[in-house]
């Protein structure tokens, strides 16, 4: 093995482990990958229903710590298996609320976790630390339903505040509408109780929970949208109550339908779809998102350097995946460098998008070609990215289908992005297709050629003594690209 072959392979060496006793599930995710995208390694739940008769008892039962107890065995046995020795556990609302929390907590301890337990506010603020840590310029407030609580807290400029735990877990939602009761006046009454309001109305509602994502799968499956991820689906406040609206009118046979829904979760949908129309109604956002990371990669987010949560997380999981792949990200960004100006890209936010794939595209090149075009969808589109939204999905498997000069879209995709957005980003594949072909990206060619606009015009100049590498499959390419652009190709190799 190669020096290159222990770094890439390193990649996905486990390393942090973070284990989440909820009132619902406990939960342990191990994580590889790069510190500012952590890459899922391994993920298995038992839904041990700790919070389950907490209203009603205050305690709790044999049953659920015992089942809760034997998967903390078997996950500690795995842990040791693996050599994780990084590791965090975490318990939440209702070991927090429980009487006796504290003696099964110290049953916990004696497996080996030394095991922490968040106050409301602390489980509110680490949630949200994980929606930064995924939307780094979140701003607005994060709802986090759990099975025994809801977690509210503000977002703005990379910081988190104004923490809030409200009784309305999934657990819990059954006894608080059954009989017809008014759910949204129950939440306000609690909100008014807490003192708490969001900090700006308007602004975006991060959602945050298993069965919220649920909701979000929902969405995508009836939407009929080519990507089943519901990270980072962003929906209009009224298309997301209409969305929660269907969930409650829905036949449960036709929520076991759809891909991805657990079992478990079934029953909860229904309730929390009500929540999430009260929430709505009370918060008045302007938009909603909804997050895969949160308590679990909040914790994660904490743990690092402020250095590292600097960086940008799309590009430091692209890079990574790259170099699995045999691409240095330093030669991707040479390529982006070199198509900059047929991109005319001036928007950051694009052009990081841009650079991502650009990495991306150089990989598909190191597989079986008759992989690439289908495995570039799928890291597209199906690849849990974190920073992009189902839009910027959309246009990175336009670039890397372009990049195989494929310009047919399929007609399911069309509610991903506007289609201009889809033409800006097939210009960015068919450049990439061009620079590729033509430099082999070798430095000393991509230091030879370049590619640049004047007026009406797209001109290919090659040094003479590099006039070769311009074959006839170049100015085809440039020919593509420049009527795709609505420019007029040029050679100049003088």
Not at 36 to 49: D, G, M, Q, W, Y
Not at 342 to 348: H, R
Not at 405 to 410: F, H, I, Q
Request: hydrophobic content about 50%; some cysteine; glycine content about 10%.
């Amino acid at each position: 093995m190669t020096a290159t072959d222990h770094a890439t392979a390193g990649h996905l060496v486990p390393r942090r482990a973070i284990i989440d006793i909820g009132s619902n599930t406990v939960r342990l995710v191990i994580y590889g990958g790069p510190p500012r995208a952590p890459v899922v390694l391994f993920n298995e739940k038992v839904t041990a229903r700790l919070g389950k008769g907490m209203a009603e008892t205050g305690r709790l039962s044999a049953k659920a710590q015992e089942a809760a107890l034997a998967a903390l065995a078997r996950y500690r046995a795995l842990l040791d298996l693996k050599a994780v020795d990084d590791i965090q556990a975490v318990a939440t609302a209702a070991v927090r609320d429980a009487g006796n929390g504290p003696l099964f907590l110290e049953r916990v301890r004696a497996l080996g976790f030394a095991a922490r337990l968040l106050s409301g506010e602390e489980e509110a603020e680490t949630s949200a630390l994980g929606v930064i840590g995924a939307f780094p310029l979140a701003r607005g407030v994060v709802a986090d339903l759990g099975g025994g609580s809801l977690e509210l807290v503000d977002v703005a400029g990379g910081e988190c505040r104004h923490g809030v735990s409200l009784p309305l877990g999934t657990l819990r939602l059954p006894a608080l509408r059954e009989g017809g009761r008014d759910l949204d006046k129950t939440v306000k009454g609690l909100l008014a109780e807490a003192e708490w309001s969001p900090a700006v109305t308007g602004a975006t509602l991060y959602l945050v929970g298993g069965s919220l994502r649920q909701i979000a799968r929902y969405a995508l499956h009836h939407g009929h949208s080519p990507t089943d991820d519901p990270h980072g689906l962003d929906l209009s406040a009224k298309q997301a109550a209409t969305l929660a609206r269907a969930v409650m009118r829905a036949k449960p046979e036709g929520l076991a339908a759809i891909p991805g829904v657990s079992p478990s979760r079934l029953s909860s949908l229904p309730d929390a779809a009500a929540l999430l129309i009260a929430l709505i109604r009370l918060l008045e956002p302007g938009r909603v998102v909804f997050s895969s990371w949160g308590l679990r990669e909040g914790l994660l987010h904490a743990a690092l350097p402020d250095h590292v949560n600097a960086r940008d997380p799309l590009l430091d999981g692209a890079a990574a995946h790259a170099e699995r792949h045999g691409v240095r990200a330093e030669v991707a960004a040479a390529l982006a460098q070199w198509t900059a100006s047929a991109a005319a890209c001036t928007d950051p936010a694009r052009e990081r998008l841009r650079l991502a794939s650009s990495m991306l595209a150089l990989a598909l090149v190191n597989l079986e070609p008759n992989l690439r075009a289908d495995l570039g969808v799928v890291w597209a589109l199906r690849k849990r990215w974190i920073g992009v939204t189902t839009r910027e999905r959309g246009l990175l498997a336009a670039c890397l289908m372009a990049g195989g000069n494929r310009l047919d879209l399929p007609m399911g995709w069309r509610s991903l992005a506007p289609a201009e957005d889809f033409a800006e980003a097939q210009g960015w594949g068919l450049a990439t297709r061009l620079c590729r072909r033509l430099t082999g990206t070798a430095p000393a060619a991509l230091a030879a050629t370049s590619l640049t606009r004047e007026g009406g015009r797209l001109i290919l100049a090659a040094e003479p003594a590099y006039s070769a590498l311009v074959n006839e499959a170049a100015r085809r390419d440039l020919k593509a690209l420049a009527l795709h652009l609505g420019l007029k190709a040029e050679v100049r190799l003088d």
